[in-house]
Each structure stands twice: as structure tokens, then as C-alpha cells.
């Protein structure tokens, strides 16, 4: 069976109609069994790959499924250094009443049922992710300390993270005591003919150009195994088949979209746009 593979695409035209995604391998039926059970998943894969996307179409798909609907059913967070535990939780605020306590992204989701995607989890600081444990094992719990109480999560309620590991450094890893309570699904790019799909459906160019597309990706990836670039996600092609959809030369829009996104460093820009140039004179 194929590494399960996530699909990139862009923003949905509208945010009610299901998320474009297709799969290459078992990721949906685990998701579903994951939900089930009400175990925490953790997914792992490059940027651009399509974490986030899988999440919003499983969101979308449960969300359908429940007898009783939830307002949001996907509440998202982009983790990063400042991120707080007070910003996962909530806080009070003033006002001209006095205070007020606001549930934080996190504890709303535990109350109403929805799924909480914690994207790049990793990025958050250390003793951010500790308030996920009581959430992530039998207890099912959020501690709230400021409120000197603890949130029951509602039956419904899933946590998701994510994160890159070749893109961490070893001292933003998942400390083991975090890790061991989530089921893992590894993510990759798609093959070339499912990537040229993607392309061709996200930025409404013809086959043609798209699978030129996916195969320059998949050869600046050949690069990328060699520690020579870091590859193109399949949103960055998708932006260069965007801009040649509105009449952008291929070799110019490579060159904003792909080229100078990968690096800064001539050497690696100029071999950039050789493969490209290759692809595109074929």
C-alpha cells in the first residue's frame, strides 16, 4: 500500500461546499477509526503537502455525520513561540463591568464537540503543549487554572496537531511524553499524476501545463533528497499554474513563484530556474 499522501489545494470558492481532496492511501479510513475511538492524531509531513486541507475535509465529512450539528466544527490554531497557554485556554479581560473570562480557541472546542487542529504544534512552547495531556488520555479533561476548574471535553471533541520534522530542529520536537499520546500519519507530496490533478483543478490550468508542473516539483524534489534545495510544496505549484492561467510567461511565474520562494542564494536560484527551463522547453 502507498505512504498516505495528503493533497494541497487553495481556498474553497465556498466555505460550505465539501474541501477538494483526494487520497492516495489508507489516511481516511485511519482518520475515521482515529474519531471513533476519540484518539488524538498527530500528522507529520513537509509544508504545503496538505495536512491542513485533510483536516478541514474530515471536519467537513464528521461534522455532517453528527445528529446534532456544531456551529464550527473545525476550530483551527497556527501555533508559534509566544503562543501562550492562556492563549490556547482563555483569559480574563476588563471592561467597564470589571472582568469578563473569554474561552480560548481550545476550550471551546472542548466544550461544543468540534475538532481543535493545532497546527505545527511544535512551534508552541514547551509548557504551552503540557496543558494537552490531561486531553489526550483517559481523562479527557482540560484543567482551566485561572477558573480553578476543569472542562469535561465534550463526546465529540477530537484534538489534531501537526508538524514538519525535517523542517525542526531536534530542541522543537515532541517531547516523547507529548508524542506517545497520539496516533501518527506520516504525509508526503503526491506522485506526479495525482499532483498534475491537483494542479489542474486548483488553478484552472490545462493537463498539460499542470503535469509539467508536477513533474518540475518532482525533480526539484530529486534536489531536495540530495541537501542541495528544499523542494516545492504543491501550493507553490499551484500558484505558479495560477499565474500562467492569467497569461504570466511559465519560466516568469516559476521564477516569482517557485524560484525565489525556494531561496535567496544565486547559486541555487540559478540551478532552479535550469531544471525549470528544461521542463518548460520540452
Given at each position: 500500500?502507498?505512504?498516505?499522501t ?16 483526494l487520497?492516495t ?5 485511519l482518520f ?12 507529520k509531513?513537509?509544508?504545503?503537502c496538505?495536512?491542513?486541507r485533510?483536516v ?15 456551529d ?13 497557554a ?6 480574563y ?5 470589571g472582568?469578563t473570562?473569554?474561552?480560548?480557541p481550545?476550550?471551546q ?5 468540534a475538532?481543535?487542529?493545532?497546527d505545527?504544534?511544535v512551534?508552541a512552547?514547551?509548557?504551552?503543549t ?12 482540560l484543567?482551566?487554572e485561572?477558573?480553578g476548574?476543569?472542562?469535561?471535553a465534550h463526546?465529540d ?8 520534522p ?13 508524542r506517545?499520546r ?9 506522485d ?8 489542474a ?5 490545462d493537463?498539460a501545463?499542470?503535469?509539467s508542473?508536477?513533474?518540475l516539483?518532482n525533480?526539484l524534489r ?11 510544496s504543491?501550493?507553490l505549484l ?5 499565474l500562467i492561467?492569467k497569461?504570466v510567461t511559465?519560466?516568469?511565474?516559476c521564477?516569482?513563484?517557485l ?8 547559486d ?5 530556474r535550469q531544471v525549470?527551463?528544461a521542463v518548460?522547453?520540452?
Amino acid at each position: 500500500m502507498p505512504e498516505p499522501t495528503a493533497v494541497m489545494t487553495g481556498p474553497q470558492a465556498d466555505p460550505d461546499a465539501e474541501p477538494f481532496y483526494l487520497a492516495t492511501g489508507d489516511e481516511i479510513e485511519l482518520f475515521r477509526a482515529a474519531y471513533e475511538q476519540r484518539i488524538p492524531v498527530l500528522l507529520k509531513g513537509p509544508t504545503g503537502c496538505g495536512k491542513t486541507r485533510f483536516v478541514e475535509y474530515m471536519a467537513w465529512h464528521i461534522a455532517r455525520d453528527r445528529s446534532q450539528p456544531v456551529d464550527e466544527p473545525l476550530v483551527t490554531v497556527t501555533c508559534h513561540d509566544d503562543m501562550t497557554a492562556s492563549d490556547l485556554i482563555g483569559r480574563y479581560l476588563l471592561s467597564t463591568d470589571g472582568t469578563t473570562w473569554l474561552d480560548g480557541p481550545l476550550t471551546q472546542a472542548v466544550r461544543s464537540g468540534a475538532i481543535c487542529y493545532l497546527d505545527e504544534v511544535v512551534e508552541a512552547r514547551k509548557d504551552t503543549t503540557v496543558v494537552l495531556h490531561a486531553l489526550t488520555d483517559h481523562r479527557r479533561m482540560l484543567p482551566v487554572e485561572r477558573l480553578g476548574t476543569t472542562v469535561q471535553a465534550h463526546p465529540d471533541f477530537l484534538l489534531v496537531v501537526s508538524y514538519n520534522p525535517g523542517y525542526q530542529a531536534s530542541v522543537k520536537d515532541l517531547k516523547p511524553s507529548t508524542r506517545q499520546r497520539f496516533l501518527a500519519i506520516e504525509f508526503s507530496y503526491p506522485d506526479v499524476d495525482l499532483e498534475a490533478d491537483i494542479i489542474a483543478h486548483e488553478s484552472g490550468i490545462d493537463a498539460a501545463v499542470a503535469r509539467s508542473l508536477a513533474f518540475l516539483g518532482n525533480r526539484l524534489r530529486n534536489l531536495d533528497e540530495a541537501d542541495i534545495i528544499d523542494g516545492p510544496s504543491t501550493r507553490l505549484l499551484v500558484y505558479v499554474g495560477a499565474l500562467i492561467r492569467k497569461g504570466v510567461t511559465p519560466l516568469r511565474a516559476c521564477d516569482v513563484a517557485l524560484v525565489q520562494a525556494i531561496s535567496d542564494d544565486r547559486d541555487v536560484q540559478t540551478a532552479v530556474r535550469q531544471v525549470a527551463g528544461a521542463v518548460f522547453a520540452t
